[in-house]
């Protein structure tokens, strides 16, 4: 493969470093909240300033890790500090629609973790609000803006694979042992937590399908933790085909593809996480975009940039991720679960 010489100039996203500076509050100690006060600050020129958590001595040895200035025992407490611009959340699922609108009303813009809510309803609730008080809000699907997928989008809109016929997408990872995703009561599952990720990828690609069917298996405590979903379409999509599979009892390849009639793309592992893709055409020479050993690492660098950026431009979504792209992703994983019979308590 002569990856250098056949490569063509593709978009990058901009210079995370290069976007104004935000404070941000972060509303939840858990894992994925420390991948945020990690990466964010080290790769851009974002400003971890709060953390709140329920426990004010877990808020505090969080603080202490990253090096946090402010520490809040509650999320009252966070929202309302005056050193806040923009709120991430990033507590269970079930507690999202709530803690996004308690940031809201607080007059913080807000970065919400991916699933954005337990169902579109409440994703058009938040949104709603944001829009009433002018603030920004954006789901955390921090992949949309990884570098791979923003020049993978570009190639499959220049129509050099030709007609779009196949798109597979998939995301598995041993989880079965957290709690979090065995409680229905917290919104559990695979679908929320690692099904969003194909398919969000195969929308970002497609748009809103034409049919949804799905088939799975539940847990004896009724959530998802192996489903395969079929994705079908209308007008220039209507030969397309699309699969997303996710499973949360072993840890698959995570691969995607994207099939045309004149080549395809391969992401070279996992689709979700800072990578490269194979593009093979038909008629030609194979090539891989970027070159190894360019990838970048982190990845939540890029999606708080982008925050910032609409942020001081006064936007209120984003282009990448916007809202009716997140309705669209919660509307499908509302069908698949209705298919698969799994309903959440209090929705």
Known sequence: MSAQATTPTLPVPPDPHDAPPLRWGILGAGGIANRFAREVPERSAQQVVAVGSRSLDRAAAFAATHGIGSVHGGYAELVADPQVDAVYVATPHSLHHEHALLALEAGKHVLVEKA????????????????????????AMWSRFLPHLVALRAVVASGSLGEILSVHADHGQRLDKVERLLAPELAGGALLDLG??????????LGAPAGVHAAGVLTDRGVDAHEAITLTYTGEHERVVAVCTAN???????????????????????????NSFVVTPYDGERWMWPRPGDVD????????????????????QSETMPWQATIEVMETMD?????????????
């Open 335 to 347: 069908e698949v679960r209705r298919q698969l019979g799994v309903a959440y308590p209090g929705e």
């Open 196 to 205: 969003v990720y194909p398919v969000s990828f195969v929308h970002s690609l």
């Open 297 to 316: 690492g982190g990845g939540f660098q890029h999606q708080a940039a982008e925050v910032a950026r609409c942020v001081a431009a006064g936007e209120l």
């Open 248 to 274: 949360m009892w072993a840890r698959s390849a995570s691969s995607a593809s994207v099939v045309g009639t004149a080549g395809r793309i391969d992401v070279a592992g996992a689709f979700f996480v800072p």
């Open 116 to 139: 954005f809510t337990r169902n579109a309803a409440e994703a058009r609730e938040v949104l709603a609000a944001a829009e009433a008080r002018g603030l920004f809000a954006m789901e």
